[in-house]
């Protein structure tokens, strides 16, 4: 009879008949009286999402203090009520640290050291084991079920301290979870999603994580299966940092285990992507995603924003209403409308459902920073300041928040405090073109020019390396350009430029500028030719009329003092032939002339042709 009701309640599950799983489990629970049987009956509760009951299940046959699984099923019923104080009480304020191994090759390391002895044994220098074999040994004595029901708990703390807005507390809480059951992805997911890790923390602590407990037999499976959860997991790191890293971990999921479609896998690529400033690519890795997933709403951050950059109005048009007709509790469905109008200028309307979005999920990095462009979109510094500065302390982990802040001081001409927020961005990421484009703004106006020099060529550099779009840093070019003329670096500077122009920066200020640095080259009648470009693109341009009138001067008096010149050389040459033929004459008359009267002649001839030259003069 016991086989037969845990069959029946097994297939009302699979077919998601809740209420045969609890009448059918309740049954068997008086039969058995077993906790596996109320511990069953507790979890169908709690997936219908009757919590309460459950929690009140849980405490009535006095479920919580027996074993693991319980008490982290009676905290999480806590949580889903969102009585977060309630759940801390159940789950402790502490961390089982002592189930953290390190990595296996570590493990291995320190297995085979012999005679590493501590202060304290009968030889009077240790009992002959490091401190980690006790903690490996340790866990070995724990159930495996257990352990991860350890992890759960330590990731729901997270949650806790997370809802409290303590994120320290947090980070180290979800770090403990993977470092314990490095397969506790949640713990995992959250440290990513929430930003709360910088990119060189990301990347040191996937190498501290043990992938090889996934599998205890040590054989080439289990050695597959820990490069396998490696690889899932380096996809999800920053996109800032080791690009050939990920890029090595996804060809290898996408060729030998055929998940080259796979959504996650296609977002990560956008993500790179995205970063690289290759917009119209990761759209196109975006709309394959959500042609096969339309709601999936873990795409839709990095989809809305690849739609504005290409200003793709009418499609945010459609997408945000769909949305909002078919989610309207989603808060990526209010970024999406507030995308939409933020994209037409409509600040009012798009900070009010930014807002909202916000408020929907306090945690949604892509609705705060929104917010915040719409203050900065309007010229609003100090309100876009505090906006970015409750970003940056809702995640710590991501550099943009910093960067921001940095941009609107820099706007506002506050130098110092500029400096400030973009040297903390540039501690938490130094391979960001953009934040080294704007330490290099800043370097320029404080008359820092060879470290803004450095700045910008770094920039282009990593941008290069990357292999991110040229067009997306023609401003970076441009400003290395100016701190080359700034330098009297004309060359340099004049090359810059020029290489603005090939790349389709087609502005007014850059032909002005290329004419202002060809005139301190001396060539006057090309800086002419660049300033009459500047003036077709902009005719109005104030600076480009002044730079042509002083090119155009400069250019005539070079032209003017040329063509005086060869006047006067065709005018010497005239008079030389004119004295030429009088000498001849002159000659041929004294040739008649008899004895010594031939003299005298030539000395009278001589005068006269003095003469004559004087009168010519």
Same mark, same amino acid.
Request: aromatic share 8%; hydrophobic share 35%; net charge negative.
């Given at each position: 009879?016991?086989?037969?009701?845990?069959? =029946?309640?097994?297939?009302?599950?699979?077919? /998601?008949?809740?209420?045969?799983?609890?009448?059918?489990?309740?049954?068997?629970?008086?039969?058995?009286?077993?906790?596996?049987?109320?511990?069953?009956?507790?979890?169908? /509760?709690?997936?219908?999402?009757?919590?309460?009951?459950?929690?009140?299940?849980?405490?009535?046959?006095?479920?919580?203090?027996?074993?693991?699984?319980?008490?982290?099923?009676? *905290?999480?019923?806590?949580?889903?009520?969102?009585?977060?104080?309630?759940?801390?009480?159940?789950?402790?304020?502490?961390?089982?640290?002592? &189930?953290?191994?390190?990595?296996? @090759?570590?493990?291995?390391?320190?297995?085979?050291?012999?005679?590493?002895?501590?202060?304290?044994?009968?030889?009077?220098?240790?009992?002959?084991?490091?401190?980690?074999?006790?903690?490996?040994?340790?866990?070995?004595?724990?159930? &495996?079920?257990?352990?991860?029901?350890?992890?759960?708990?330590?990731?729901?703390?997270?949650?806790?301290?997370?809802?409290?807005?303590?994120?320290? #507390?947090?980070?180290?809480?979800?770090?403990?979870?993977?470092?314990?059951?490095?397969?506790?992805?949640?713990?995992?997911?959250?440290?990513?999603?929430?930003?709360?890790?910088?990119?060189?923390?990301?990347?040191?602590?996937?190498?501290?994580?043990?992938?090889?407990? !996934?599998?205890?037999?040590?054989?080439?499976?289990?050695?597959?299966?820990?490069?396998?959860?490696?690889?899932?997991?380096?996809?999800?790191?920053?996109?800032?940092?080791?690009? !050939?890293?990920?890029?090595?971990?996804?060809?290898?999921?996408?060729?030998?285990?055929?998940?080259?479609?796979?959504?996650?896998?296609?977002?990560?690529?956008?993500?790179?992507?995205?970063?690289?400033?290759?917009?119209?690519?990761?759209?196109?890795?975006?709309?394959?995603?959500?042609?096969?997933?339309?709601?999936?709403?873990? !795409?839709?951050?990095?989809?809305?924003?690849?739609?504005?950059?290409?200003?793709?109005?009418? +499609?945010?048009?459609?997408?945000?209403?769909?949305?909002?007709?078919?989610?309207?509790?989603?808060?990526?469905?209010?970024?999406?409308?507030?995308?939409?109008?933020?994209?037409?200028?409509?600040?009012?309307?798009?900070?009010?459902?930014?807002? @909202?979005?916000?408020?929907?999920?306090?945690?949604?990095?892509?609705?705060?920073?929104?917010?915040? /462009?719409?203050?900065?979109?309007?010229?609003?510094?100090?309100?876009?300041?505090?906006?970015?500065?409750?970003?940056?302390?809702?995640?710590?982990?991501?550099?943009?928040?910093?960067?921001?802040?940095?941009?609107?001081?820099?706007?506002?001409?506050?130098?110092?405090?500029?400096?400030?927020?973009?040297?903390?961005?540039?501690?938490?990421?130094?391979?960001?073109?953009?934040?080294?484009?704007?330490?290099?703004?800043?370097?320029?106006?404080?008359?820092?020019?060879?470290?803004?020099?450095?700045?910008?060529?770094?920039?282009? +550099? !990593?941008? *290069?390396?990357?292999?991110?779009?040229?067009?997306? =840093?023609?401003?970076?070019?441009?400003?290395?350009?100016?701190?080359?003329?700034?330098?009297?670096?004309?060359?340099?500077? &004049?090359?810059?430029?020029?290489?603005?122009?090939?790349?389709?920066?087609?502005?007014?200020?850059?032909?002005? +500028?290329?004419?202002?640095?060809?005139?301190?080259?001396?060539?006057? =009648?090309?800086?002419?030719?660049?300033?009459?470009?500047?003036?077709?693109?902009?005719?109005?341009?104030?600076?480009? +009329?002044?730079?042509?009138?002083?090119?155009?001067?400069?250019?005539?008096?070079?032209?003017? =003092?040329?063509?005086?010149?060869?006047?006067?050389?065709?005018?010497?040459?005239?008079?030389?032939?004119?004295?030429?033929? #009088?000498?001849?004459?002159?000659?041929?008359?004294?040739?008649?002339? @008899?004895?010594?009267?031939?003299?005298?002649?030539?000395?009278?001839?001589?005068?006269?042709?003095?003469?004559?030259?004087?009168?010519?003069?």
């Amino acid at each position: 009879m016991q086989q037969l009701l845990k069959d =029946w309640r097994q297939d009302a599950m699979r077919k /998601h008949q809740y209420e045969s799983a609890i009448y059918i489990g309740d049954k068997l629970l008086a039969i058995t009286n077993d906790d596996n049987d109320a511990l069953f009956l507790a979890q169908v /509760h709690f997936s219908t999402g009757n919590y309460t009951r459950a929690q009140s299940f849980l405490e009535k046959h006095n479920l919580i203090g027996r074993n693991t699984s319980c008490q982290y099923l009676a *905290a999480h019923c806590q949580i889903r009520q969102g009585k977060y104080e309630e759940a801390l009480s159940i789950l402790g304020d502490k961390n089982p640290t002592h &189930l953290i191994i390190s990595p296996s @090759k570590a493990r291995r390391k320190l297995q085979h050291t012999n005679g590493t002895l501590r202060p304290g044994n009968k030889h009077g220098k240790g009992n002959g084991k490091p401190d980690r074999i006790e903690r490996s040994e340790e866990r070995d004595r724990e159930n &495996l079920s257990d352990i991860k029901y350890e992890a759960g708990m330590c990731y729901l703390r997270g949650i806790c301290y997370a809802k409290q807005n303590a994120f320290d #507390r947090a980070k180290e809480c979800y770090k403990d979870a993977v470092r314990i059951d490095v397969q506790c992805f949640e713990a995992f997911d959250q440290l990513m999603k929430n930003s709360l890790m910088s990119p060189d923390e990301e990347w040191a602590f996937l190498e501290s994580l043990d992938f090889d407990s !996934i599998s205890n037999e040590n054989n080439d499976i289990s050695q597959e299966a820990a490069q396998f959860a490696k690889m899932l997991y380096t996809t999800r790191l920053s996109k800032y940092k080791n690009p !050939i890293d990920f890029n090595h971990a996804s060809e290898t999921l996408s060729t030998h285990y055929n998940l080259a479609t796979n959504p996650d896998l296609l977002l990560s690529k956008a993500e790179l992507l995205f970063t690289q400033c290759r917009f119209k690519q990761a759209l196109a890795l975006t709309n394959s995603t959500l042609d096969t997933d339309e709601y999936n709403f873990s !795409i839709y951050p990095i989809h809305l924003a690849c739609l504005h950059e290409l200003a793709q109005t009418n +499609t945010l048009f459609l997408l945000s209403h769909r949305l909002a007709d078919l989610h309207p509790d989603e808060p990526a469905t209010w970024l999406a409308v507030g995308v939409y109008y933020l994209s037409i200028s409509q600040i009012a309307e798009a900070r009010r459902f930014f807002s @909202k979005a916000s408020m929907m999920d306090p945690h949604f990095g892509p609705a705060w920073i929104g917010f915040a /462009h719409t203050f900065a979109a309007e010229g609003e510094h100090d309100q876009a300041i505090s906006a970015y500065s409750t970003a940056a302390r809702l995640f710590q982990g991501t550099h943009l928040p910093q960067l921001f802040l940095g941009m609107q001081n820099l706007q506002l001409n506050n130098m110092t405090l500029a400096h400030e927020y973009l040297n903390a961005a540039h501690a938490l990421c130094s391979t960001d073109p953009l934040l080294l484009n704007e330490l290099g703004v800043v370097f320029y106006h404080l008359d820092h020019l060879a470290d803004a020099i450095a700045m910008f060529n770094n920039a282009l +550099t !990593i941008a *290069a390396d990357i292999d991110s779009d040229p067009r997306a =840093w023609i401003a970076t070019r441009a400003n290395l350009g100016h701190a080359y003329r700034r330098q009297r670096q004309w060359d340099l500077a &004049l090359q810059e430029f020029e290489e603005v122009l090939r790349q389709g920066g087609r502005d007014a200020g850059i032909f002005c +500028t290329k004419g202002l640095v060809l005139l301190e080259m001396g060539r006057s =009648w090309e800086a002419v030719c660049a300033l009459h470009e500047a003036l077709a693109v902009g005719p109005q341009d104030p600076v480009a +009329t002044d730079l042509l009138g002083r090119a155009l001067e400069e250019n005539a008096s070079l032209q003017g =003092w040329g063509n005086s010149m060869e006047g006067e050389d065709e005018e010497d040459r005239q008079f030389d032939s004119f004295i030429g033929a #009088r000498q001849g004459d002159a000659r041929r008359r004294n040739t008649k002339g @008899k004895g010594k009267s031939r003299g005298r002649m030539s000395e009278v001839a001589e005068d006269s042709m003095m003469i004559m030259s004087d009168e010519e003069e």
